[in-house]
């Protein structure tokens, strides 16, 4: 494992190291737009316009049956945030097809066409500058390395900058925003598994790093390894640690690590990369522990239990329950304590963990801004 500020050393991810030198083939041809540099992204705890969500349609995933219970997930998810701050959910044919059944009249619903649910990965990456114009810094979606189809989720940050009237940004790379996290005071965290990957960048870790600090306003990047190749992610780092304020960290972690479990053996080494960094004054990180839940109602083999995966809405946290009463009110105990002055709302949505994420996951936050209101 590894700590490096851009320019670091490069990470080592499944035990063997990774070049610097590659070719550029799966990477955006263009250079990073130069006008990035004068634009930052905010924390997602910082006053939002609204929230975009996206319908999933997409029946080769899921089955019917699986795809209505994930649908009936997604509308209380947006129910719950609607209670807060503006909603839009994205989905085709909207004049045709109506309201999705069970959904707010508070919602709105814009005609973009959608594959999945992934909001986060597919989603427009909103950053502002020091006169709180917003614009997109655009982190192309490719499926998480070509393994899902992305027609129209390949097109939804495009489609909203452009009903937005705001520019839209090359960042140069391939990825997604749940891969990534930041402090809003110059530091990124983020596992290389789901950026140094020849499945979405065929660039050194020096130069990724380089333009994501200069695609979101920071000056120094923690890598910790992850795990190529267990989930379609390559480990998402929004599903095991969050920034919580400069400096701060929420990790969700066991008390013992199990050697023959690669998601422990992955949490533990990014865990002690946390606790070997510094911030940007030389400073420890301040790291905050939530527990495992030791029953969940879901025995899906691939079930994500993350408390961690949860949304910051205006005057709320949005956050999965799964059914473990200790472990749901502890984690309920320590957001109220983190996030004071919002309310806690916990959410049973299995059907999004059984499908590999998380509420976080399935949310996409526009700071608010001086913008068109689209």
């Not at 950026?195 to 979101?216: F, K, M, T, Y």
């Not at 640690?241 to 533990?268: N, T, Y």
Request: net charge negative; hydrophobic share 45%.
């Amino acid at each position: 494992m590894t700590l490096g500020a851009v320019g670091g050393v490069g990470a080592l991810i499944g035990g063997m190291a990774l070049s610097k030198t590659r070719s550029n083939n799966a990477t955006p041809s263009s250079l990073p737009d130069a006008n990035l540099g004068a634009f930052h992204m905010p924390l997602e705890s910082a006053l939002h316009t609204r929230t975009f969500m996206q319908w999933p349609v997409a029946l080769p995933v899921y089955g019917r049956r699986a795809l209505d219970d994930v649908q009936r997930s997604i509308v209380a998810i947006a129910n719950a945030i609607a209670e807060f701050e503006p909603v839009v959910l994205l989905a085709a044919n909207v004049a045709r097809t109506g309201r999705k059944a069970g959904l707010s009249a508070a919602v709105e619903l814009w005609d973009i066409p959608t594959d999945d649910l992934w909001c986060r990965d597919s989603g427009p990456t909103f950053v502002l500058d020091d006169a709180a114009n917003l614009a997109v810094a655009h982190l192309r979606f490719n499926g998480w390395g070509n393994k899902q189809s992305f027609i129209n989720d390949g097109q939804v940050a495009k489609r909203i900058a452009a009903r937005l009237d705001v520019p839209l940004l090359d960042t140069g790379l391939i990825g997604e925003q749940g891969g990534i996290e930041h402090d809003g005071a110059g530091l990124l965290l983020a596992h290389a598994s789901s950026w140094v990957n020849p499945n979405r960048n065929l660039l050194g870790q020096d130069e990724i790093a380089s333009r994501l600090c200069h695609a979101l306003g920071a000056q120094k990047m923690i890598w910790a390894p992850g795990v190529i190749g267990e989930d379609i992610t390559d480990y998402h780092i929004d599903a095991l640690a969050r920034f919580v304020a400069p400096g701060k960290v929420l990790i969700q972690i066991d008390d013992e690590i199990d050697p023959a479990d690669p998601w422990s053996r992955a949490a533990h080494q990014t865990l002690q990369v946390l606790e070997e960094a510094r911030d940007l004054q030389g400073q420890p990180l301040q790291i905050v522990k939530l527990p495992e839940p030791e029953t969940t109602r879901s025995s899906a083999p691939d079930f994500v239990s993350s408390y961690i995966n949860y949304y910051l809405c205006n005057g709320a946290v949005v956050a999965a329950q799964f059914g473990d009463t200790h472990a749901d009110g502890v984690v309920r105990e320590v957001l109220g304590e983190l996030y004071p002055g919002r309310e806690i709302v916990m959410l049973d949505v299995d059907p999004i963990g059984e499908s590999g994420g998380g509420i976080h996951c399935a949310t996409q936050q526009q700071p608010a801004s001086v913008a068109a209101q689209g």
